[in-house]
C-alpha cells in the first residue's frame, strides 16, 4: 500500500514539475505561431480565399464595390483597371452557394456609397460547391460560414492551430504566388493566369471540349433563395455580368433555351442588370483553358465592361 501511495505520489510531482510546464509551453508556442501565421501569412495575402472571406465579413469600407463569383470571376475582372474602388472577391471551386453567402454578408452593410454589387454568372446553373476547406477555417466559428460548410464542418475546426493542421503549405503556397507572381497576376483580389499557351495545348483543350457535354442545370432550393435574396435588397444593384466562353463551350451545349432562360428571368427583376460575353469571339491566345481568360484576355474583357458598366447608375445606398 505504501508503495503504490508512493508511486502515485512520484506521478504527481512528474505533472506538476515537468507535465504541465512542456504542456503550457507547447500551448503558448503554438499560439504565437498561430497568430503570427494568420496575420503574416493568411490575411496578408489578397489573394486567398480566407482572406476574402474574413474582409467581407468584417471589412465594412463605404467606397469598396465587391465583385463576387466563381473562379471565373476571380479570373476575368481587374478591378484597378475599373477603378480604385474595386475588389475581387472571386473564389476558385465555389459555385452559387457561396456566392450567395457573399452577397448576403455584402447587403449587411448599410453605409455604402454605391450600391452596385457586381456578380459573374456560370453557364452551369444555380448549385452548390464550396471550394477548398482552407477558405473557410480562419472564420470557421462564425455562424454563417459554419452554416455554408453545413454536414461538411468538424469540431477540430473550432480548435485554434488544430484547425490549419494539413493545410499550412496551401496558405503558404498561395502566400509565395502573391508574393512572386511569376506565373499570375495578383492584384486586389484578382488571381489571373500570366500563360499564353501553345496552340497545340489549346487544341487539345478544345477537342477535349467538344467530346464533352455541357448541361445547365439548378439546385430548386438555391435558385429560390438566390431570387428571394435579390429580392428582398431592392435597396442594392445587382449587375450579373457572363464573362466570355471559348466558343467551343457551346459546341455540345445540351439546353442553352434553360440558361437564356434564366438570364431573362434576372433581367425581369427592377434592381438587376445582365452584360452577356458569353458569346462574344475571343482568339484562342486569350484563353488559359475553355472556360477561363489568360491575363492578355482579362485586360480585354475588365474594359470591354467597364465601358458596359458606364450606362449602369450607380446611385447613392439608401
Excluded at 508512493?6 to 507535465?19: A, G
Excluded at 476575368?76 to 454578408?105: A, H
Excluded at 483543350?205 to 435574396?229: A, P, S
Amino acid at each position: 500500500m505504501h508503495k503504490e501511495n508512493s508511486s502515485i505520489s512520484n506521478f504527481r510531482k512528474y505533472v506538476i514539475k515537468i507535465l504541465v510546464p512542456v504542456l503550457l509551453i507547447v500551448g503558448m508556442i503554438s499560439a504565437a505561431f498561430c497568430f503570427l501565421f494568420e496575420k503574416k501569412i493568411i490575411l496578408a495575402n489578397e489573394n486567398c480565399g480566407a482572406y476574402k472571406i474574413n474582409r467581407i465579413i468584417n471589412l465594412n469600407d463605404p467606397t469598396e464595390i465587391p465583385i463576387i463569383g466563381s473562379s471565373r470571376a476571380e479570373a476575368s475582372f481587374i478591378p484597378e483597371i475599373l477603378g480604385p474602388n474595386y475588389f475581387n472577391y472571386g473564389l476558385e471551386g465555389t459555385q452559387e452557394n457561396v456566392m450567395l453567402f457573399f452577397i448576403k454578408e455584402e447587403c449587411k452593410k448599410k453605409n455604402k456609397r454605391s450600391s452596385v454589387i457586381i456578380a459573374n454568372i456560370d453557364l452551369d446553373g444555380i448549385n452548390t460547391k464550396t471550394g477548398d476547406i482552407a477558405n473557410y477555417l480562419y472564420n470557421s466559428n462564425d455562424p454563417e460560414v459554419k452554416k455554408l460548410l453545413g454536414a461538411d464542418y468538424k469540431l477540430q475546426y473550432s480548435i485554434p492551430f488544430v484547425k490549419y493542421v494539413g493545410q499550412f503549405e496551401n496558405y503558404l503556397r498561395y502566400y509565395l504566388n502573391n508574393r512572386m507572381q511569376l506565373t499570375k497576376y495578383s492584384k486586389d483580389g484578382a488571381f489571373i493566369d500570366k500563360t499564353v499557351l501553345p496552340q497545340k495545348m489549346i487544341d487539345d483543350l478544345i477537342k477535349y471540349r467538344r467530346e464533352h457535354q455541357d448541361v445547365f442545370l439548378h439546385e430548386d432550393k438555391l435558385k429560390k433563395e438566390f431570387f428571394k435574396t435579390i429580392n428582398e435588397n431592392k435597396g442594392r444593384y445587382f449587375v450579373f455580368v457572363v464573362p466570355p466562353y471559348h466558343s467551343c463551350y457551346f459546341t455540345n451545349y445540351k439546353n442553352p433555351e434553360d440558361a437564356k432562360a434564366f438570364v431573362n428571368e434576372l433581367r425581369a427583376l427592377a434592381n438587376v442588370r445582365v452584360f452577356d460575353f458569353s458569346s462574344v469571339i475571343y482568339p484562342d491566345s486569350l484563353f488559359i483553358n475553355t472556360t477561363h481568360l489568360n491575363y492578355n484576355g482579362a485586360v480585354r474583357f475588365t474594359k470591354e465592361f467597364k465601358d458596359s458598366l458606364t450606362t449602369v447608375k450607380i446611385t447613392n445606398f439608401k
